[in-house]
């Protein structure tokens, strides 16, 4: 009994560190989308500018410390709010311009995005 609870312990431990992976990889996706998109300045052949890799590299802080991430879909719909005001309208700013951008850089992702936030959404109605 004890070594099926402690499988059932690592699967779910696993689930949440993929799911942190995954969402630490579409919001680096979204800020590069964002940046790139405002022709933000960057230094020699990095990937972002340093405002937004500097935003990306706070939102993976947030993303790993997360106590939500087993019952949570996305952060919009996290009951804590974990970012810092500057830095959730910042978050705001880039989501807003990338979001409608994703479905040419990454359809299925986007769909399943869209799918995920109707449930949520029906799941709080």
Not at 65 to 90: D, I, Q, S, V
Not at 108 to 124: D, F, V, Y
Request: hydrophobic residues 35%; glycine residues 4%; contains cysteine.
């Amino acid at each position: 009994m004890a070594s099926f609870l402690t499988k059932i312990m690592r699967d779910n431990h696993k689930n949440i560190e993929k799911k942190r992976r995954h969402e630490i990889a579409v919001m680096e996706q979204m800020i590069g989308i964002y940046c790139c998109g405002q022709k933000h300045m960057r230094e020699g052949n990095a990937a972002l500018c340093p405002s937004c890799q500097k935003l990306v590299d706070y939102a993976k802080a947030r993303v790993m410390h997360c106590p939500h991430m087993a019952g949570k879909t996305f952060c919009n719909f996290c009951p804590t709010h974990c970012y810092a005001p500057k830095e959730r309208e910042a978050i705001r700013k880039a989501m807003r311009y990338a979001g409608p951008r994703m479905i040419f850089h990454a359809p299925i992702l986007t769909l399943r995005h869209m799918l995920l936030s109707l449930r949520e959404r029906w799941k709080h109605k």
